[in-house]
């Protein structure tokens, strides 16, 4: 969004404030964790929420029952709260069926995870499709509960209800679609996924009043069965999504790293790779895997659409990944502000992409006559900008497209953009 609609120097300060914001609230795959969240997103965009009732059918799957949570706790012989749900919404596994009685410690000892690896961190755990219950504590606590009787209770309910996801709209000059997503089912984690979500909603806040060819459309919906039930209510029109991207994790500070779709060629993963390859930034880049978040869903063969996966640090590969250490202190403004820059970036190639014609190809058109050839003496601008009307000029046969010559010169794509403008305002270019 470099051109039109300049980066503000604190959009990672307000991508922070909005992932502080969600941090706290208790989300799952379904429930009003996730309504109080897309509410606190409607904040900033005009999202639409749509509700899906438990036992819909969504292409080889059913929406569940909705899971809700008031509170949860571990109470030793004295009455003494040991666990407590209200500390950390991480301390019961989610999906946890209401249960409230006395057990023994080896009773209890069944029905709790730890990370003994790291003693001092809560695991994050999930049960969405077996009934269950449990709750996860540092291992430290674990080894030092007391041989006695203890009371627990998880005030939970599991009924009929709905899912629950959001969509932002922004239409542009044609039909084609940009895809962006962002999964919303995790609690507590802040670069796993608030993130992404609040990454998105300023991405979607700041394209209020740009014009773009491409209309983008933003979904924030529960990880797997959120994109699932997506893609059943929307089978007829995604043949409309030309370039999608699924953002997680792009808070801290490792990576970036970038999968790509399974077609592995199409123009979001060229952009992407080109806003990378200039990003000053060590980025690795992955082909695509059938595992990691709802590019799975996205990219299945039924579908194959042409949608990528960016985050910093890759998932599963840091400690921080799903314990309470992914909290407020692991993700930083200056990384989600550099994660907005590379989507910006991407999004300005797509948009600016396009094929032209050298209206004067037999021999080099004189560019000093027309003003356009820039003393060099050193300056290293001039040489830059010289060779990209070199580029421009001798690749743009009618076959080549801007993005295809920003690779083969190994130039920003914004230069050689720049420069094609440049060039056309001289009528040295027309477009096919
Ligand atoms: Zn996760």
């Excluded at 409230?100 to 690896?117: C, F, G, M, R, Y």
């Excluded at 959001?166 to 089912?185: D, P, R």
């Excluded at 601008?381 to 690749?395: E, G, R, S, T």
Aim: charged fraction near 20%; hydrophobic fraction near 35%; proline fraction near 5%.
């Amino acid at each position: 969004m470099s051109e039109d609609n300049p980066i503000l120097d604190d959009i990672g300060s307000e991508i922070y404030a909005l992932a502080a914001k969600i941090f706290p609230i208790c989300r799952s795959i379904t429930g009003d964790g996730v309504r109080q969240t897309l509410r606190e997103l409607g904040a900033h965009i005009d999202l639409d929420i749509h509700e899906v009732a438990t036992g819909t059918q969504v292409l080889d799957w059913t929406v569940p029952r909705e899971w809700n949570i008031r509170d949860a706790w571990i109470k030793n012989a004295r009455g003494d709260k040991v666990v407590d749900f209200k500390q950390s919404n991480l301390h019961v596994m989610s999906y946890s069926v209401p249960v409230h009685q006395s057990l023994t410690l080896a009773q209890l000892k069944k029905h709790i995870h730890t990370l003994p690896d790291q003693p001092d961190l809560i695991p994050y755990r999930t049960s969405y499709y077996v009934e269950n219950w449990a709750f996860c504590m540092p291992h430290r606590k674990f080894e030092a509960l007391c041989d006695e009787t203890y009371e627990i209770c998880i005030d939970s309910s599991l009924t009929n209800g709905h899912l629950t996801y959001g969509e932002y709209f922004h239409k542009g000059e044609t039909e084609a679609e940009f895809l962006l997503s962002a999964h919303i089912c995790h609690p507590s984690l802040a670069n796993d996924n608030c993130s992404g979500v609040a990454l998105l909603t300023h991405l979607a806040k700041r394209m209020l009043g740009r014009k773009t060819r491409y209309s983008y459309r933003f979904v924030f919906a529960p990880g797997t069965i959120g994109a699932i039930t997506w893609l059943a209510r929307n089978e007829a029109r995604t043949h409309q999504i030309k370039h999608g991207l699924v953002v997680s994790m792009v808070g801290d500070n490792g990576g970036p790293t970038f999968k790509m779709s399974r077609r592995g060629d199409t123009e979001i993963d060229r952009a992407m790779v080109q806003s990378l390859a200039h990003s000053g930034l060590s980025p690795t880049i992955e082909e695509f895997s059938p595992y990691g978040y709802d590019e799975r869903q996205y990219c299945s063969p039924g579908f194959n659409l042409p949608v990528a996966m960016l985050s910093r640090s890759k998932f599963g590969a840091v400690p921080e990944y799903h314990t309470s250490a992914d909290n407020l202190d692991f993700i930083q403004a200056g990384a989600l502000a550099e994660s907005y820059r590379l989507i910006g970036d991407t999004i300005d190639t797509i948009e600016g992409n396009g094929t032209f014609l050298n209206t004067h190809p037999r021999g080099e058109p004189q560019l000093g006559r027309r003003g356009l050839y820039r003393a060099i003496g050193g300056d290293k601008d001039a040489v830059v900008a010289n060779m990209a009307m070199l580029w421009i000029l001798n690749q743009s046969d009618g076959t080549n497209s801007l993005l295809d010559i920003a690779e083969r010169a190994n130039l920003p794509f914004s230069i050689i953009r720049r420069t094609a403008q440049r060039l056309s305002d001289h009528g040295l270019l027309k477009p096919v």
